[in-house]
């Protein structure tokens, strides 16, 4: 029977193009014991390059290990996993010869190609960052026949030292991967990601999150103020994010269309937001209470600093869409004042319909419908007379669709100077944005909390036919300040 060896690679680069590392793990497919590692520093290069070369060393490894084994290649780089399987071309000049390095690699070898999620190549992540941080040019360990290592142990290298952090059992790196149907843990990894002081790719997963409460007193998704206390963001957060985030995409692959930064504004508190009652799409009021209109002017200011002092890393706001509603579009008039843009108004961001639970507080709702709030919250069924929270999913994010596809088509050859949109929306839309863009199962959406009047960032690129090819959540529910 033909072994199967599992490859798992990454790549970062520290400013993109800037210090850049790479990391692979090879493990037993039988097993799962690493067999494996290998890590670099490769100097002043893209991520995408570091990716690449993450993945030629981890196919050397594994050729080296069994030349006949069949080679499942595990990384979060879509970009490489798309060109290695053929789909896409490999255009950049920069990227050619490692992908001709890497074919040549696995000539004759039954291979596979698969994207996974980021937290789920924390290994190969965490040998990147290594490298980075040591800047040795070529880190190799490999575990010998009988090592503990085989059996989820501590593992030795093959000079017999003990790496450091390996006392004792295995690291949580080298943890089996938990099923995660909700895709909670990667809101969790994305907030923790945003913590420190210039954050990049390759070391967002460094952080350690906090415990998610599951004890939510509201119902995730109402239109209402604040969590009561006691009640936390999924990650025990406020600041989910630090403004002086860099975008994960290279500026100059040419495979795909620049990056799109996709700014989600919920806006200000009403009376209603106050009062923690819901508060739908299916009434055109209310307006912003006297404190909202405050948030509104402050949350405009926060935008026109994007792209000039504390956001300089990502692009101006050029386009301002809004949901019809009366509450965004007080807040989006305040923004499209601040930066001079002209507010658009689409359907598609108006928030879910309450049905007969409009105007009514959870209290409310639970003496007259019993569990069915928590049925709701937990996308089983739609309010009595209203809508179901993947339909607003559905119908947000092919807006976003729409908003990048027109990025592309006004991109020249593949390429354009990155672009900001921002959509001024709800608390539902807004959540349930951010779990299509992340690919959660809807029942999950309801671990994102998206405060009146804060921001949630999200970086969209599209190809030249303006389909989007891949998503990345910078910032989750930063406040207003």
Known sequence: MTRTLIIEADGGSRGNPGPAGFGAAVKDGATGAVLAERAGY??????????????????????????????????DSKLVV???????????PDMKPLAARAQQLVAGAQVEYAWIPRERNKLADRLANEAMDTREEDIRRDRLPGDDAAAGGGSRLAGGETPAGAAGGAGDD????????????RVRAALAAARGEGVTPASDTQVEPRVEREDHPLPEGTDVDDAPDGATDPAGASSLVHPKVQSPFSPNEEDLVAPLTVVLVRHGVTEMTTAKRMSGGGVPGPSLSAAGRVQAAKVADALYRMGRRTWEHLPHVTRLLA??????????????????????????????????WEGLTVAEIAERDGDAIHRWRANQIAAPGGERIQDVGQRGWSLVGDVAADHARHCVDGR???????????AVVIKS????????????????????????VLQVRAREDGSIAETHLLALGIPVE
């Open 82 to 92: 798309e060109q290695m399987s053929g789909r896409w071309k490999v255009k950049h």
């Open 416 to 426: 354009d100077v990155p672009r900001g949109v921002a959509l001024v929306a709800h």
């Open 174 to 185: 080298e943890a089996p991967v938990r099923h995660d149907p909700t895709g909670a843990s």
């Open 323 to 356: 949901s019809p509603i009366v509450r965004t579009q007080e807040t989006a008039g305040a923004i499209g004042r601040r930066l001079g843009a002209h507010v658009e108004t689409d359907e598609r961001l108006r928030e879910i319909v309450f049905g007969e």
């Open 42 to 75: 490769v100097g002043h290069a893209t991520n995408n390059v570091a990716e690449y070369r993450g993945l030629i060393a981890g196919l050397e490894a594994a050729r080296a290990i069994d030349p006949d084994a069949r080679l499942d290649v595990r990384m």
């Open 433 to 456: 944005i951010v779990g299509m863009a992340l690919d959660m199962d809807p029942a999950g959406w309801g671990a994102i909390w998206p405060s009146p009047a804060s921001t949630t």
